[in-house]
Antibody, heavy 118, light 111 residues
Framework: EVQLVESGGGLIQPGGSLRLSCAASGFTVSSNYMSWVRQAPGKGLEWVSV???????YYADSVKGRFTISRDNSKNTLYLQMNSLRAEDTAVYYC????????????WGQGTLVTVSS | QSALTQPASVSGSPGQSITISCTGT?????????VSWYQQHPGKAPKLMIYEVSKRPSGVSNRFSGSKSGNTASLTISGLQAEDEADYYC???????????FGGGTKLTVL
């Protein structure tokens, strides 16, 4: 059974850093495209970043240069390093697996809340 | 402001059919047959309901169907049931610089 479990969220001051983790089971992270998607309070979903199976990474303009997506193959875990956090980064962050060619999101985690506030 | 436009809410009675629209542009919905739909119950993870405009994943009821015309995609739910009450989001691939865009979500109420 495919499962994705996010962790690492919390309250952080503007300008601070946080690292989110997404532990996967039931499949191999490194063999799939993996993504982070966020949802600000009361708002819709927003794509944040993707890492392809070959290792290429891409980011939304809103986080480019501040966020870094990575994975640890030995731990079958996806990460999102978030630096220079802003109030507008406040959101629930979901990790999601992409499948298919062309790819679409199929499984999502339950999300972890990041609150950026002083 | 979400990239794709959805109605904020729709409602229907049990047994009825409803349709949720998702309007994008010629750069996303209109250019690719890569629209997907997600159901999200409060506090839960989004669940894939439709992909590539009209394909249903294994295990999703055939009461859910998708279509597209021009820059607008649609999700139709027939034979509404109480458990269909949830938020629904559309998503479209938007090319190799924007990647994926989502709608703002539609709250479905089953009366």
């Amino acid at each position: 059974e495919v499962q994705l479990v996010e962790s690492g969220g919390g309250l952080i001051q503007p300008g601070g850093s946080l690292r989110l983790s997404c532990a996967a089971s039931g499949f191999t992270v490194s063999s799939n495209y993996m993504s982070w998607v966020r949802q600000a309070p009361g708002k819709g979903l927003e794509w944040v970043s993707v890492i392809y199976s070959g290792g290429s990474t891409y980011y939304a303009d809103s986080v480019k240069g501040r966020f870094t997506i990575s994975r640890d193959n030995s731990k079958n875990t996806l990460y999102l390093q978030m630096n220079s956090l802003r109030a507008e980064d406040t959101a629930v962050y979901y990790c999601a697996r992409l499948v298919g060619a062309p790819p679409h999101f199929d499984y999502w985690g339950q999300g972890t809340l990041v609150t950026v506030s002083s | 402001q979400s990239a794709l436009t959805q109605p904020a809410s729709v409602s229907g009675s049990p047994g009825q059919s409803i349709t949720i629209s998702c309007t994008g542009t010629s750069s996303d919905v209109g250019s690719y047959n890569l629209v997907s739909w997600y159901q999200q119950h409060p506090g839960k993870a989004p669940k894939l309901m439709i992909y590539e405009v009209s394909k249903r994943p294994s295990g999703v009821s055939n009461r859910f169907s998708g279509s597209k015309s021009g820059n607008t995609a649609s999700l139709t739910i027939s034979g509404l049931q109480a458990e269909d009450e949830a938020d629904y989001y559309c998503c479209s691939y938007a090319g190799s610089s924007t990647f994926w865009v989502f709608g703002g979500g539609t709250k479905l109420t089953v009366l």
